[in-house]
């Protein structure tokens, strides 16, 4: 027998009396992003980067990052063991400023003695849409709506001082110098520390200028989004035990940290560090290498309790000492460098691993003739839930399925000028229960 349709579900819900309540929860984020590693956390500063030029880096996730190995000396064995289980590392690492944890999948339930909180109402039976009716019920759907706009207080170039120098002296005697604005001056104006109001008019004026003879116009503002989740279920530890059961039945514990891009060499690689091929690297393992590993950096606490990033460690052949691996430190495939900006705008990603939903370069500024970017997420979930906690996932009927969803904005000017980026992230998310 085919199974029943939408609306005959619908039908047979409305004659018994069942999942009549909606529930309709709000997300609202807004904020600002700047490039530059002075608004990067430390454990999210990537380490692959070439960051000597500005560059705009940030995420977000929809409900929860998930939990995964990383280059760890006990994760990168052959065997499966308790202790590939414990110290996992949260999947944000290394991907820059850590905008928000959605929560999107957070929504109550009410008890049975908050059933009628408003007993003075007409409707006795009345309950808010903020709350679920009852544990059973059905995740429907998710809509998300993401606008990135280009604030109005940025000015439209950043030269140096030498390049804006020649603009400053035009008008003054032959062989006579600028001492309105000394280079000093200058980098208090773009600092905001700049006193003199003088000075401010002449540096803005000279920028006009400038701006108008520059060729873009403006900085050539390009951004990347990547929407992305693994491809099967991952994996979040509690604080005080594993879940057994998840690793029983089966999840992912990769990390985009080390594997969410496709290098030039056939290895997948991230932002701190890459995964090692099982054909291409035979030569890190003693054995003749069956698994891959993780190399680059990590996040941790050393044996001297300092913690930050230090060097991950891999299987090494003693007899194989020509193969310029030292422990951890190979941050790059041989032949691959430093992921530079431009990589980052254009680099395949590891679709073996990961599903991604979007994956989109956009441009802003004057000369692109846009200011703003928006763009809508549809989550048509469909599925049943069963469970009195706040947080859905924790819902056994869920547990077939990855509702992790990880986003990563990535930004840069092409040049010395600074990014910023103002984002606004609306969602809801419905449930029906009752």
Not at 100 to 122: Q, Y
Not at 360 to 374: A, I, N, T, Y
């Amino acid at each position: 027998m085919a199974p029943f349709n939408t609306n005959q579900v619908k039908y047979i819900q409305a004659v018994a009396g069942r999942q009549q309540h909606t529930t309709l929860k709000a997300i609202n984020e807004t904020g600002v992003i700047k490039s530059g590693s002075a608004y990067w956390p430390a454990d999210k500063t990537p380490q692959t980067f070439d960051v000597t030029d500005p560059l705009l880096l940030a995420q977000f996730a929809l409900h929860e990052y998930p939990h995964a190995w990383d280059a760890r000396g006990v994760h990168n064995n052959d065997q499966l063991e308790a202790a590939d289980f414990e110290n996992v590392v949260a999947t944000n690492l290394g991907f820059g400023t850590n905008l928000a944890e959605l929560r999107a999948l957070d929504i109550p339930c009410v008890s049975e003695e908050s059933w009628r909180v408003d007993r003075d109402r007409p409707d006795a039976d009345w309950l808010s849409s903020t709350v679920r009716a009852t544990p059973d019920g059905f995740l429907k759907s998710l809509n998300l709506k993401l606008r990135l706009t280009l604030p109005t207080n940025i000015p439209v170039a950043h030269p140096s001082y030498a390049d804006i120098k020649f603009i400053l002296d035009r008008g003054l005697a032959p062989g006579v110098a600028n001492t309105s604005v000394s280079e000093t001056n200058y980098q208090d104006f773009w600092r905001g520390t700049l006193s003199e109001e003088a000075a401010c008019r002449t540096i803005k004026a000279a920028l006009d200028v400038y701006a108008r003879s520059h060729p873009m116009h403006t900085p050539h503002y390009e951004f990347r989004l990547i929407m992305f989740r693994n491809r099967i279920n991952t994996y979040r530890a509690t604080g005080s035990s594993n879940n057994l059961d998840a690793i029983r039945n089966g999840v992912s514990l990769l990390n985009p940290g080390y594997d969410l891009f496709m290098g030039q060499t056939g290895r997948p690689r991230g932002p701190l560090g890459y995964r090692t091929s099982p054909k291409l690297d035979k030569n890190l393992d003693p054995n003749g290498a069956p698994a891959p590993y993780y190399s680059g950096r990590r996040w941790g606490t050393d044996s001297g309790g300092v913690t930050g990033f230090m060097n991950g460690s891999i299987p090494q052949a003693s007899a194989d000492a020509g193969h310029h691996y030292t422990s951890g430190e190979k941050l790059f495939p041989s032949g691959e460098a430093n992921l530079t900006h431009r990589d980052l705008m254009t680099m395949p990603l590891n679709k073996n691993d990961y599903v991604v939903m979007r994956d989109v370069r956009f441009f802003l500024g004057q000369s692109q003739g846009k200011s703003h970017f928006e763009d809508v997420f549809d989550f048509d979930f469909n599925d049943p839930i069963n469970t009195a906690d706040t947080d859905l996932m924790s819902s056994d009927t869920l547990s077939n399925k990855n509702y992790r969803w990880h986003c990563v904005i990535i930004g840069t000017s092409n040049g010395k000028d600074p990014v910023h980026l103002n984002y606004e992230i609306r969602g809801t998310t419905a449930c029906q229960s009752g």
